[in-house]
């Protein structure tokens, strides 16, 4: 018999009620104490045993405490607090550890909780600390919803940045930079919840994941996606910094940009179909990226087109993301190489 597996006897007690106990070490690698509650459920001729974080999104955390002094530099401070974060931790106080909280400490603290921290709010904020609460749940916001959402907010990304160089539309480009801001609060999101899945067996299959090795794939996958959203903002950066390009030129950059969203499009539906062949193909279409740079590159010579850095700079920022959605395509590879031996 497995480590997984127990055989007990189901007693009676009182007049009405039926009793079964539990093995004590999977009680404490549960985190669980006496007189927490769980959830039991019936499906059809199984019954199922969930403890309470199932429900609640995680691990049971205690409150975690940040101490700063009074000199300390804020970003210290807003890496623990992410750090704290992605550990499941529901409660985090942040305390002077002599005298009271400065002003730019506490306007750091916030500003990370707005930019970063999704489903996080101040419950509690003076000179003498601050309190910060996750407040979503597994349930209200799925890792799936929420990949996807951020998956879409990339793609749109690139494409805003690239309409923007061809309009030199200024307004557009901040936009883009500022949704930048949006696709790392989904990526930390889903990071605090692929860590207390691995944690957790009962909440992996809530999730969706067969096992901890799927946690650890979408975890890159979701460094993949992080990073499409940087290299779209530093085009838009670049716009302002060095202004739009137009002509043929902007046509050629326009067809490279197309075909690296539709490599990230790909990418990820073989990532959410387990398709292998999808993958293969994925990342064998990839290889055309050089070509579309190439184009992009005689154009601009044969036309003279000016400001060929801030062209190359653009077209290494596509050929990046193009890179990375084949980075997306290889991770599934690994995560379902086994399918295809079940197949052979």
């Not at 999808?278 to 050089?290: G, L, Y």
């Amino acid at each position: 018999m497995s480590e997984k597996e127990e055989t007990r006897k189901i007693q009676f007690t009182g007049n009405s009620s039926y009793i079964v106990s539990l093995p004590k070490r999977w009680v404490t690698d549960l985190g669980l104490r006496r007189g927490d509650q769980i959830r039991i459920t019936r499906n059809s001729s199984t019954l199922q045993i969930f403890p309470p974080q199932v429900r609640e999104g995680g691990a049971p955390k205690e409150d975690a405490t940040i101490e700063i002094r009074a000199d300390e530099d804020p970003q210290p401070t807003v890496r623990r607090l992410i750090s704290l974060y992605f550990l499941g931790f529901r409660t985090i106080h942040v305390v002077p550890k002599e005298g009271w909280l400065r002003p730019e400490q506490r306007a750091s603290i916030k500003e990370a909780v707005r930019r970063m921290l999704m489903g996080t709010e101040i419950i509690s904020d003076s000179r003498n600390g601050m309190t910060l609460q996750v407040l979503v749940s597994l349930l209200e916001l799925t890792v799936d919803g929420a990949f996807k959402r951020m998956i879409h907010l990339a793609k749109m990304m690139l494409s805003d940045a690239i309409a923007a160089v061809e309009r030199e539309n200024l307004a557009l480009a901040r936009e883009v930079i500022d949704t930048d801001d949006e696709v790392d609060r989904f990526g930390f999101y889903i990071i605090r919840q692929l860590k207390m899945a691995i944690q957790n067996e009962h909440m992996l299959k809530e999730v969706g994941f067969r096992d901890a090795r799927s946690c650890l794939g979408y975890r890159l996958v979701v460094k993949s996606i992080e990073r499409t959203g940087d290299h779209a903002s530093l085009i838009a950066r670049d716009l302002l910094e060095y202004g739009g390009v137009g002509g043929p030129t902007m046509s050629k950059i326009k067809e490279m940009s197309q075909f690296a969203v539709s490599l990230l499009d790909d990418a990820c539906l073989s990532l959410f179909t387990e398709d292998y062949e999808q993958a293969e193909k994925t990342i064998k279409s990839s290889e055309e990226i050089s070509a579309y740079e190439t184009r992009v590159m005689e154009t601009t010579k044969k036309t003279g087109e000016p400001g060929v850095y801030r062209i190359r700079r653009t077209t290494e920022n596509i050929r990046r993301i193009a890179e990375y959605a084949s980075d997306i395509a290889e991770i599934v590879l690994n995560m379902t190489i086994e399918k295809t031996l079940k197949k052979a």
